[in-house]
């Protein structure tokens, strides 16, 4: 084989999965995007999110920053020198991570060290198997960490809130799935997709449910009972008003696929692997001899090309919107209330996981009364000059803050935190007694918000790595919505307790 074409093909497939969603995925969206009511936050965020899709097809730029741990399953003819194969991979991961394609995402786990690179023990996966045909088949997927912590596993006979007991038979693999749904509300990036595996042991389960997130949204089950129980699970799973970004609203769920493999006696698992809307996922196959592409995968059907679009501010009672530059008031915080609709311009500042850690037992590099602090990690480029530029800049999962954010703001002062998927009720009642609100930007929409940052202003506490550094930025029109507010609101405990209530309604035996 010539390697070096295969890495150059590789490289090709690293970035078309990072940049260009696929076909079953577009369509799937675009008919949530149909059934939503005009003038809702989930309409809003729908609306983003397909701007953010055709931006990065014209930007070649990553869907969203976070481009999560690359997983790739490979089938090879008998004879292929599979290790060969693996270096190819591994060189084309480190070319598409220095070119901006990728985010470094590969951290020691136990010095908290990235490699900068997304090359390192475990990273990335990469998973062979041998087959009778004379090609190399490639699929690789792209899974966040938003999603990735929201995958979740069952052991039956259990106990889930809202539905009761759920058995070692297809009806509690029904209420298992159902439950799935529910506990991840808008932190995975809702609307999403779920791969469940039936059996295995604990390892194999999960592994299975991942298998599943490789099928093609509109294929069919070719076993009757999963068929039945996926139909059941997209009919049913929407009608428990999560919505986009735990808004609220028509669509929870875009896609269900199940798998079952044979288990022990004594274990009975259910594994759920969560996928966010920016379902990245292609596949090729590859010439053995030459190494090139000689098809591309998951290209059936017509292809959505998401027209440019303004992004319309909700219309829903009493919503407002208000624009906001830091340093920002206790008075202009106490004005705002949960469903307002914000617009920042001016600086804000990045902080995730290690920021956050460090703020709670040091001194700010920069002085943060009255600032605005933005959970993400971007994709960042610098150029000749020494200029940083943003690649790619959605939010990341506000929840892992939450032992350190309300204890921070009152530290530091600050009045508003960026995020997405909410917080719990430290952090509440933080923003309460302290005078603060938590925004909720649209996750994934990482061209979308990169677009919103005018400069780069400065860079702080870089030994964390890029993702984690503090990033000081410019920005012009940035959007969110107000979930928590400091009044003792918040839109997420609401929608989780009005999901709860309707969950309950499948509390009675189907299959």
């Known amino acids: 084989m010539n390697i070096e074409k295969f ?18 995925v577009r369509r799937a ?8 009511n005009a003038g809702t936050r989930s309409a809003m965020s729908l609306a983003t999110i397909t701007k953010n899709i055709k931006m990065a097809d014209d930007k070649v730029s990553p869907i969203c920053q976070d481009t999560g741990l690359p997983t790739f399953k490979i089938k090879t003819p008998v004879g292929v020198n599979q290790m060969k194969l693996k270096e190819a991979i591994c060189s084309a991961i480190a070319l598409a991570t220095k070119n901006g394609k990728l985010r470094s995402n590969s951290v020691n786990s136990l010095t908290g060290e990235n490699s900068g690179d997304n090359l390192g023990e475990g990273t990335p996966v990469v998973k062979f198997e041998q087959w009778e045909k004379d090609d190399i088949d490639v699929r690789l997927i792209l899974k966040g960490g938003g999603c990735e912590n929201k995958n979740i596993q069952y052991s039956l006979p259990c106990e889930l809130e809202g539905l009761g007991r759920a058995g070692r038979d297809l009806d509690g693999i029904r209420k298992c799935i159902l439950h799935s749904v529910y506990q991840a509300q808008g932190q995975g990036c809702s609307a999403g997709f779920i791969g469940v595996g039936i059996g295995g042991d604990r390892s194999a389960g999960y592994d299975l449910a991942k298998t599943q997130l490789f099928r093609e949204v509109e294929d069919v089950n070719p076993n009757e009972d999963l068929r039945k ?17 735990g808004f609220g609203g028509e669509t929870t769920l875009l896609g269900c696929k ?4 044979n288990r022990i006696p004594a274990s009975f698992f259910v594994s759920v692997a969560y996928n966010c809307w920016a379902y990245r996922r292609l596949g090729v196959r590859v010439n053995p001899e030459t190494g090139e592409i000689n098809e591309w995968l998951y290209q059936g059907g017509d292809k959505i090309d998401f027209a440019d679009e303004k992004i319309a501010a909700t219309s829903e009672k009493e919503n407002r919107v208000v624009t906001l530059t830091a340093p920002v008031t206790e008075e202009q915080i106490r004005e705002l209330k949960v469903g307002d609709v914000v617009q920042i311009n001016g600086r804000m500042y990045t902080g995730r996981d290690a920021i956050h850690h460090y703020l709670n037992d040091h001194d700010a590099p920069v002085d943060l009364n009255g600032q605005i602090i933005y959970h993400c990690g971007p994709v960042m480029l610098k150029d000749e000059s020494g200029t940083w530029h943003v690649k790619a800049a959605g939010p990341t999962t506000s929840i892992r803050e939450e032992p350190y954010q309300g204890d921070i703001m009152k530290k530091f002062g600050i009045r508003a935190v960026i995020g997405k998927g909410g917080m719990g009720p430290k952090t509440l009642a933080a923003l309460k007694e302290h005078g603060g609100v938590y925004l909720n930007a649209i996750g994934g929409a990482a061209q979308y918000y990169a677009d919103c940052i005018k400069s780069v202003d400065g860079v702080d506490l870089m030994q964390f790595g890029i993702p984690e550094a ?4 410019n920005v012009e029109g940035f959007t969110a919505v107000v979930t928590m507010d400091s009044h003792g609101n918040s839109l997420h405990q609401d929608v989780d ?3 709860l209530e309707k969950l309950a309604q499948f509390k009675e035996r189907v299959f």
């Open 497 to 499: 307790q009005s999901s």
């Open 29 to 36: 969206i675009k008919a949530a995007k149909e059934r939503e």
């Open 258 to 261: 199940i798998g079952a493999m």
């Open 7 to 24: 890495q150059e093909s590789m490289y090709q497939l690293i970035v078309e999965t990072s940049t260009n969603l696929p076909k079953d």
């Open 229 to 245: 129980l996926e139909e059941y699970i997209m009919e049913n799973a929407n009608k428990l008003g999560i919505g986009t970004m």
């Open 470 to 473: 503090m990033w000081h930025l």
